[in-house]
């Protein structure tokens, strides 16, 4: 099969230009400079290529939402804030590949009449912005970025802003906001960040791996990549990370159309040591959590909804027998908890609340209709906030309780988790 | 103008209008803690959720923006499932201390819980995250984070309205708090506005801390009579006491909002006041009947006229006092007492701050009143040298104070006049000074009109009548000028304004109808 993005990722020299320019790096921005910017979107309307981001929206159109007139300098932001548990995708980009990214920048940037662009990166990663800072720094000394880029009369300038650590300043507004100085939460929608964004300006803002995969759709054309997916409206291959007890836990390039069972079995060598799967969160943890049973289902953005979940950041979280699902809640729970921005009131007190009842469940003090109450909670969070944090937060909680019920009844009738667990 | 429908009802609205101020034009309420119609949208309570027809999930109806043909729902089950809802959400950290809390009765989660929740608690009590509470951060303000429901309203104010952003969100999640940088307290003249903004008991006024429960006390619309500006106040009393001045709206004036020194003014009506006539007899004062104060007045400043000529007669009239007052003043003097010694200063005693805001530098409600009215400054100046020279025989003064003279000043230019008489509110150096002190309404016990620095004549309302034994200025004149033998028949404060706009230009063509609550500029300028 054709790899887009790791095709080289084994070479550790990849990431630095001379390497990267070697191995055809760069051809694709020649091309695109001879191409018009409308074919260019064009193209990339053509691949499918949705938002790796989470939400799945294709790119070609978010693109289109910028205001046709150009009186008002554009902002191409690029969320690196990978901070979606389960997810570790893009970093993988950013420390193999930077130039991937650079240059799907570039492309994109001439291609939406852009000079800016800011890539915003997740606190934590120190490591892979250093790579990145490096990458930014040989592509100025080169010329593939600054002004004039190749003599094609275009002027670019990519900024790196480091973030502090938060998960909300992965939600676009938040990161907005973030690279404006100002405390990172969610802005009030309207105005969406194509007509106001970055310091007031129209932004857009793709995730690493969308824009990773700009140069591949302009050098092979939108028709191959989206026939590469495999599945109607999903161009491309995804980067699949796989993390749990398997065989080969990592991350694996595959198109749309695997099914999740090939995802762990095939290509993540099964779960290790004789375990049996009992559950696959299969988006990043703020998807709905498949039973056993339920992974005969592709990697598809429609088929996933279809099954009651989504593709989300492709990270595949595997749950092996022996789990404790109330204690898996309750940690992920823990989580939206701590990351929830305090902004609006659903979801600050809501994803607390959850998770004092799940703690105090687990802890084997579980009330009765505690989890009637937990889905009560739900339900006056769900699609009742500025982002969608708090939904993010319910979708587990929901999809838990709803798939594995009984052990949660279980831990509140016996006053104690059948597992042994405590906190 | 798009046209939408609310709960059945056809509304046409401008364009830009959101749901929920649409809903307020036909009446309906649409709960909401976060929104105020002076403030940018913060879009976070998330207590205005309203069903639009087309769109999946419930949308806030503060950042909606009405298009035509849209159906909007805000009495469906959903809505008030999610209303109720939210509002346990947001109560399920309150301390619930509303026996001890400024704010009960005046109380947004009070009055919405009555009207959406009525739930039982289901929140376990040792879960309550706990904040700190009793925090002094400056300004007029106590801050008790713990009741604080997050809305932001306080910290776009500060961001918005004063430009000084003390305020900000600290911490994430649910022990997300408001507060002060360390060391950097609330730092304006505006802080007072924050007890009043804040929807619930997280910011409360230190003034009226724990002085009064706000379902007794009353209110009176009236003027702030701090300064020229003359905005727009609520006065607040229980009996004959104020206990408070909050704004009311008028965005020609104040919008809803008001200075700290302003809103302390109110004190005046409460402390060291005239409350008894009082006459001085060979230096020592001694209290007196109203009959017997007016008939030794007239007798004295009928004799001096008599025996001195009227040009021996000076009245110093008082920016303080209100057009119908002032009317009245001048024409005591001009038609009963006959003498060209009228005039009034708008200077005042202390170090007057000012901004370009709603702080004036001239501390009187109603200079621009007293101009309009023909009475001048410079009069002034040169009644203080016929005082000094002792050309003046008796002295009218209005007011507490000459001028911005100090205590000594006004003893020295007192001294040597052989009769003052004072009509005014409070004791000081005037009254100490004056052979006869004939007691006035405060601002909250008269009605009547000030003309604010821009022009605007605004009516005041009386809240309740005046105290002890002090009377309405316009009665005291009237007396006075009837024993000198005026004949008037002045009935209340709107028969001299029928009077002022009979014959006084910049007031023609007004009523006190016509004036409302939000007044006229004066000369006809809307």
Redesign the interface.
């Known amino acids: 099969m054709e790899l887009v993005l790791t095709k080289h990722f084994g070479n550790e020299r990849y990431r630095h230009l001379d390497t990267y320019t070697e191995l055809g790096g760069y051809e694709a921005l020649r091309k695109a400079f001879s191409m018009s910017k409308e074919a260019i979107v064009e193209e990339v309307k053509k691949a499918n290529l949705r938002g790796r981001g989470g939400a799945g929206f294709p790119a070609g159109v978010k693109w289109g939402f910028l205001p046709k007139d150009l009186s008002r300098p554009r902002v191409l932001v690029i969320n690196a804030d990978e901070g979606e548990p389960g997810t570790f995708k893009d970093r993988l980009i950013m420390s193999r590949g930077p130039h991937l990214l650079i240059e799907g920048i570039v492309i994109t940037c001439y291609a939406l009449e852009t000079h800016v662009c800011y890539i915003y990166i997740r606190g934590e990663f120190a490591r892979e912005e250093g790579i990145l800072q490096e990458a930014v720094d040989e592509a100025y000394a080169k010329g593939f970025l600054g002004k004039d880029i190749l003599g094609a009369g275009f002027d670019l300038d990519v900024t790196i802003h480091r973030g502090a650590g938060?998960y909300i300043c992965g939600e676009e507004t938040s990161t907005i906001n973030s690279i404006e100085g100002k405390?990172g939460w969610p802005r009030?929608k309207?105005p969406f960040p194509a007509s106001v964004g970055a310091f007031g300006r129209p932004t857009i803002v793709n995730n690493v791996e969308t824009i990773a995969d700009v140069p591949w759709i302009v050098t092979h054309g939108g028709d191959r990549f989206h026939a590469l997916g495999g599945a109607e409206k999903n161009g491309g291959t995804r980067l699949v990370g796989v993390s749990g007890p398997v065989n080969r836990p990592g991350i694996y390039e595959l198109p749309a159309a695997v099914s999740l069972r090939e995802v762990i079995y095939t290509h993540a060598g099964g779960l290790k040591d004789g375990k049996t799967l009992k559950a696959v969160i299969p988006g990043g943890s703020s998807t709905p959590v498949l039973k056993a049973n339920e992974i005969d289902v592709t990697f598809d953005i429609e088929s996933m909804q279809k099954a009651g979940t989504m593709t989300g950041t492709s990270g595949v979280i595997v749950i092996p027998e022996g789990t404790c699902m109330v204690r898996a809640l309750s940690v992920l729970m823990n989580f939206y908890?701590?990351?929830?921005?305090?902004?609006?009131?659903?979801c600050?007190?809501?994803?607390?609340?959850l998770a004092?009842i799940l703690h105090?469940i687990e802890n084997g003090q579980g009330r009765k209709g505690d989890v009637a109450?937990i889905l009560d909670?739900c339900?006056?969070m769900m699609?009742?906030?500025?982002c969608a944090l708090a939904d993010a937060a319910v979708m587990p909680a929901q999809s838990f309780i709803w798939k594995f019920r009984e052990e949660f009844d279980q831990h509140i009738r016996d006053q104690k988790c059948p597992y042994g667990n405590r906190f | 103008m798009p046209n939408f429908t609310l709960n059945g009802i056809s509304v046409d609205v401008p364009d830009g209008t959101t749901i929920l101020q649409a809903a307020k034009t036909v009446g309906i309420e649409i709960p909401h803690y976060c929104y105020h119609p002076k403030l940018s949208?913060?879009?976070?309570?998330?207590?205005c959720?309203v069903e639009v027809e087309k769109f999946?999930?419930?949308q806030?109806a503060c950042?909606t923006h009405v298009t035509e043909g849209m159906v909007v729902k805000s009495n469906t089950e959903k809505v008030k499932e999610?209303v109720t809802?939210?509002l346990?959400?947001?109560l399920?950290?309150h301390p619930i201390d509303c026996p001890i809390c400024d704010q009960a009765g005046e109380c947004g989660l009070q009055i919405y819980y009555m009207k959406y929740g009525l739930h039982k608690s289901?929140?376990?009590l040792e879960?309550k995250?706990h904040k700190k509470k009793v925090q002094d951060i400056g300004g007029q303000i106590v801050l008790d984070a713990e009741r604080c429901?997050?809305c932001s309203r306080c910290i776009r104010f500060l961001q918005e309205v004063t430009h000084t952003s003390e305020l900000?969100?600290f911490?994430?999640?649910?022990?997300?708090e408001i507060s002060i940088f360390p060391g950097e307290p609330l730092n304006n003249n505006y802080t007072g506005n924050l007890a009043d903004i804040c929807p619930v008991g997280a910011l409360t006024s230190k003034d009226f801390r724990f002085k009064c429960r706000v379902w007794f006390l009353r209110g009176a619309k009236s003027i702030c009579p701090g300064c020229a500006n003359g905005c727009n106040v609520e006065a607040h009393f229980k009996g004959d006491i104020l206990y408070r001045f909050q704004p009311r709206q008028n965005d020609e004036v104040n919008q809803t909002w008001m200075c700290d020194p302003g809103r302390l003014e109110y004190k005046r009506a409460n402390d060291a006041r005239l409350l008894t006539p009082v006459v001085r007899e060979d230096g020592s004062p001694r209290a007196a009947s109203w009959e017997a104060v007016f008939s030794a007045v007239a007798f004295r400043l009928w004799e001096t006229m008599e025996k001195d000529g009227p040009e021996s007669v000076a009245v110093i009239a008082s920016p303080q006092f209100s057009n119908e007052e002032l009317y009245l003043t001048r024409k005591l003097a001009e038609e009963v007492l006959r003498t060209p010694n009228l005039g009034f200063s708008p200077r005042t005693p202390g170090n007057g701050i000012s901004d370009d805001f709603l702080i004036k530098a001239d501390k009187n409600p109603n200079t621009r009143g007293a101009q309009l009215l023909g009475i001048s400054e410079e009069k002034f100046e040169d009644i203080v040298r016929k005082v000094a020279g002792g050309k003046v025989k008796a002295l009218l003064v209005f007011g507490n104070s000459i001028a911005d003279f100090s205590e000594e000043e006004t003893e020295r230019l007192l001294a040597d006049v052989p009769f003052v008489v004072q009509v005014g509110t409070n004791e000081g150096v005037v009254s100490r000074a004056a052979h006869a002190v004939l007691p006035s309404a405060s601002f909250v016990e008269r009605g009547g009109t000030f003309t604010n620095h821009a022009g605007r004549v605004q009516r005041f309302w009386m809240g309740f009548p005046p105290r002890g034994k002090s009377r309405n200025a316009i009665e005291i004149i009237t007396g006075l000028a009837n024993r000198l033998g005026a004949g008037w028949k002045f009935a209340g404060e709107s028969s001299v304004f029928r009077a002022i706009t009979g014959s006084e230009a910049p007031f023609a063509g007004m009523s006190y109808e016509s004036l409302g609550e939000s007044g006229h500029v004066a000369g006809g300028k809307g």
């Open positions: 938060a405390r009030v309207p908890a701590h990351e929830s921005c305090g902004q609006c009131t659903p600050r007190e809501g994803c607390g609340w004092k105090r109450l909670v339900d006056h699609g009742r906030t500025i | 949208i913060a879009g976070n309570c998330r207590m959720l999946p999930k419930l806030i950042n999610a809802g939210v346990e959400l947001m399920i950290h289901r929140y376990a879960d995250v429901i997050l900000e969100f911490q994430r999640s649910n022990h997300s």
